[in-house]
């Protein structure tokens, strides 16, 4: 059984894919340099669609741990008001935020869930911080190409579809591990 939020994942990082395979319809060889924005976008996207679905799942996971009808609760509404808090400061879900936010309010180390085919958690480990960087400076020096200038683009297509696929599956891998282990 998959979590809401893995279920609203999967249509939130539609956006990416969108937009790779707007890139893909406008590409020629060589590609103009005006629509390499798409894949840098596609890049933002998909790393906006791990955050909201880490906030939503540890939120969802929140929910369930502390119990229906402990909403009067004086110790349950401080425990939600501070993941609340918290998440008001989750900004870009590296590998060491992630782990964090999920020790601090369930005790698990969710980075031990991602091990899937050819990953095992320290790769993905690796891999998300990897993405996580590329999005940071994409999104704080754009990294936009100059016309004329024969340097590699930041976000090439297949790294993006990679990442977005990546994506996709620590999400799964992560879905999969809170569900066993609350």
Request: no cysteine; glycine share 4%.
């Given at each position: 059984m998959t979590s809401i939020s893995f279920q609203t994942f999967e249509y939130v990082i539609q956006d990416a894919t969108d937009?790779?395979?707007?890139?893909?319809?406008?590409?020629?060889?060589?590609?103009?340099?005006?629509?390499?924005?798409l894949k840098r976008s596609g890049l933002v996207m998909a790393l906006a669609a791990l955050e909201t679905y880490v906030e939503d799942r540890i939120?969802?996971?929140?929910d369930k741990v502390s119990g229906a009808g402990s909403?009067?609760?004086i110790l349950v509404k401080f425990y939600k008001s501070s993941l609340e808090n918290d998440l008001k400061y989750?900004?870009?879900?590296?590998t060491d935020r992630v782990k964090n936010i999920f020790e601090k309010y369930l005790g698990i180390n969710v980075t031990n869930g991602w091990s899937w085919n050819n990953y095992d958690s320290k790769r993905a480990c690796t891999?998300?911080?990897?993405?996580?960087?590329?999005?940071?400076?994409?999104?704080h020096r754009s990294w936009r190409?100059?016309?004329?200038?024969?340097?590699?683009?930041?976000?090439?297509r297949d790294e993006l579809r990679k990442h977005i696929?990546?994506?996709?599956?620590l999400v799964k891998a992560t879905d999969e591990f809170i569900e066993k282990n609350l």
């Open positions: 937009l790779l395979n707007h890139f893909d319809k406008l590409n020629t060889n060589p590609p103009p340099h005006e629509i390499e924005v939120a969802e996971a929140v909403e009067n609760s989750f900004h870009t879900p590296n891999e998300l911080n990897t993405i996580t960087k590329k999005r940071g400076d994409i999104a190409p100059q016309e004329g200038q024969p340097v590699s683009h930041i976000v090439t696929r990546f994506i996709r599956d």
